[in-house]
């Protein structure tokens, strides 16, 4: 179930990425690695970005420059999904609320730092 839970939490956060325009998985990488304050494993942006393609969420984009850089950009699709996921996302953000503000409390009650 976590498994699950991170994942759908990646796609979410890539088809975000995708929302500000096209961009080449190196860079929504780095995006979200930057955002979260960690790196994701190697190769997991790419991985994710196969599925939502198949999902037909995204989908490739002309970059437009002489390398080779396949850019990916959200589709219709992909921007329904995340309206149709949008009170998921606001129960997560309340969950995750709950949780730092449990933290915060056992800091308090145990003078812990962190």
Same mark, same amino acid.
């Given at each position: 179930? !976590?498994?699950?839970?991170?994942? #759908?939490? !990646? @796609? +979410?956060?890539? +088809? !975000? &990425?995708?929302?500000? #325009?096209?961009?080449? *998985?190196? &860079?929504?990488?780095?995006?979200?690695?930057?955002?979260?304050? !960690?790196? =994701?494993?190697? #190769?997991?942006?790419?991985?994710?970005?196969? /599925? +939502?393609?198949?999902? #037909?969420?995204?989908?490739?984009?002309?970059?437009?420059? *002489?390398? $080779?850089? $396949?850019?990916?950009?959200?589709? &219709? $699709? *992909? =921007? @329904? %999904? =995340? %309206? /149709?996921?949008?009170?998921?996302?606001?129960? =997560?953000?309340?969950? +995750?609320s709950?949780?730092?503000e449990?933290?915060? /409390?056992?800091? @308090?009650?145990? *003078?812990?730092?962190?």
């Amino acid at each position: 179930m !976590a498994g699950g839970l991170l994942k #759908g939490v !990646a @796609a +979410l956060m890539i +088809l !975000a &990425e995708l929302l500000q #325009g096209p961009k080449c *998985g190196y &860079e929504i990488n780095a995006a979200i690695s930057q955002r979260m304050g !960690a790196s =994701l494993p190697p #190769g997991y942006v790419y991985v994710m970005l196969r /599925q +939502l393609e198949r999902r #037909g969420l995204v989908e490739p984009v002309e970059s437009g420059e *002489g390398r $080779r850089k $396949r850019n990916y950009r959200i589709t &219709e $699709r *992909g =921007l @329904a %999904f =995340l %309206f /149709q996921h949008e009170d998921k996302i606001d129960r =997560l953000i309340s969950v +995750l609320s709950y949780v730092k503000e449990a933290v915060g /409390q056992l800091k @308090a009650v145990s *003078g812990a730092r962190g």
